[in-house]
């Protein structure tokens, strides 16, 4: 089947703009995370879906960062008036929690994104 | 959640030689997983482990698990040049995130 699929694979964007960025997980898959890496840098955790529970949003940097998941499966990270140090590549995983919580995650391709 | 801490930060070998990367921890955990990612794309699982096994091998992939000292070991043997990535661990405990930390780089020249 599809792995996990990103868009836009890249985004540039003027300082100030908002942009919305889309994740569509693996069919079946309960739990969604997006992540941020900066050129050069670990991962940053934002954000964690699972099933109908709360998300975690303990990773999301500023107010401007939001997320949803709609009917359990496509999610879309919305960035509000960007800015320069928002540039990096934007990466979305999705799992199949299992018990006694083994989950390999599957990765997306990233969404780059430049603020400008 | 908790996030590994993987070290060394960087390691340049040679081909053919073995690539030893560590991983420390500090709560609990169900099991460890080890992941690669190339070129600042999506990481790939590489491999888990579960907190009752002490080692695991999968082709030229040793990774063992010691959970009295919090830690795990990723050996990679004989390596390649196509083994450049980075490497990043993740433990991880029931019903939380999983998440990385910043990895080790390697660097593998022929």
């Known amino acids: 089947g599809a792995g996990v699929s990103q868009s836009p694979s890249n985004k540039v964007t003027e300082k100030g703009k908002d942009v919305e960025l889309r994740c569509d997980p693996i069919s079946g898959h309960t739990a969604l995370y997006w992540y941020r890496q900066s050129l050069g840098q670990g991962l940053e955790f934002l954000i964690y879906f699972q099933g109908n529970s709360a998300p975690d949003k303990s990773g999301l940097p500023s107010d401007r960062f939001s997320a949803e998941r709609t009917g359990g499966s496509v999610s879309t990270l919305t960035i509000q008036r960007t800015q320069q140090e928002d540039s990096a590549v934007y990466l979305c995983a999705s799992s199949l929690v299992q018990a006694g919580g083994s989950e390999t995650q599957y990765f997306g391709p990233g969404t780059r994104l430049l603020v400008l | 959640s908790q996030q590994g801490e993987e070290d060394p930060q960087a390691l340049s070998i040679q081909e053919g030689e073995n690539a030893t990367m560590n991983c420390s921890y500090k709560t609990s955990i169900n099991n460890l997983q080890w992941y690669r990612q190339n070129s600042g794309r999506g990481l790939v699982h590489l491999i888990l482990i579960r907190s009752n096994e002490r080692e695991k091998h999968s082709g030229r992939l040793r990774v063992t698990l010691d959970t009295s000292k919090k830690s795990s070991s990723l050996l990679i043997t004989a390596s390649r040049a196509a083994d450049t990535a980075s490497y990043f661990c993740?433990?991880?405990?029931?019903?939380?995130?999983?998440?990385f930390g910043k990895g080790t780089t390697l660097s593998v020249s022929s």
């Open positions: 993740a433990p991880n405990q029931a019903g939380t995130a999983l998440i």
